[in-house]
């Protein structure tokens, strides 16, 4: 766990232009103190199986930072989020690493599902400010997911760069093109079932 802690300490490094020194970075920048106390509590919520704690403890984070992760979701290392108010990571959720994610992104559900509820997301990706993705859907690595972006049920193919209100392929492998999305591939079950 402390080379993970280690890790999304570089990532602010990497991906803070006004993180100036690592004394700055361990007091001030809470989406930073998000990130650490998710592991703390993913730890407790997963391994440990303590119940009520973790969430009362993850609630304590949302309020402090403005971010909301649910305990059980999980995050790869080097996981960066810039600014972080209003940032929602639902239980399922699975984040890969060195993920660099902004303020206002959801990863969350539809109400349709059951089990796996929420997105998938590879190793590499950048969501921008505001998208949203819903759905237990897959996003594959190395892709960008830009600014307001809204994907639902879609899943997103590695190497390439999504952006629009519904989500569309812009760039595949480098080259430009206009692609819509593929449906997501999972077991369709909803609650009202």
């Known amino acids: 766990m402390s080379l993970t802690f280690i890790e999304d300490i570089k990532a602010v490094k990497r991906n803070d232009p006004a993180a100036k020194n690592i004394v700055e970075t361990l007091l001030c920048h809470t989406p930073l103190h998000a990130i650490l106390t998710h592991r703390v509590i993913h730890f407790l919520h997963c391994s440990l199986r303590i119940p009520i704690l973790p969430r009362c403890i993850s609630v304590f984070s949302r309020f402090w930072s403005g971010v909301e992760i649910h305990p059980g979701a999980k995050i790869g290392k080097g996981f960066f989020i810039d600014h972080g108010t209003g940032v929602v990571i639902g239980e399922t959720a699975e984040i890969g690493e060195y993920c660099v994610m902004f303020h206002g992104v959801t990863l969350g559900g539809t ?77 369709h079950t909803s609650n009202a079932e």
Do not use: F, M, S, W
């Not at 997103?156 to 519904?166: Q, R």
């Open 111 to 187: 109400g349709h599902h059951l089990d796996k509820r929420h997105p998938t997301i590879g190793n590499n990706v950048l969501i921008g400010a505001n998208a949203t993705l819903l759905g237990p859907i897959t996003v594959g690595d190395n892709t960008k997911i830009g600014a307001t972006t809204v994907i639902i049920n879609r899943d997103v193919p590695a190497d390439c760069t999504v952006v629009g209100d519904p989500g569309r392929i812009v760039k595949r492998n480098g080259k430009q093109v206009n692609e819509p999305l593929p449906l997501a591939h999972y077991k």
